[in-house]
């Protein structure tokens, strides 16, 4: 295998190997009203968090409330 061939496989394995799935844990203390919408606030942030970076895909978002 010449060494440019290999140098465009490394390349291509290098980024297949940097996308990830990313799960997300949201959490509430408490019931009250306010604590609902920082749950809320919480999945948004996260979901623009990954959104972002091209590489990542939500995988599955765990709440506890």
Known sequence: MS???YEILNQQRKIQNTYKKVAVYC???TDN???ASSFENQQHY???YIRRNPNWELYEIFAEM
């Open 3 to 5: 060494t440019k061939k």
């Open 27 to 29: 959490r509430v203390s």
């Open 33 to 35: 009203e306010d604590q």
């Open 46 to 48: 996260f979901n623009e």
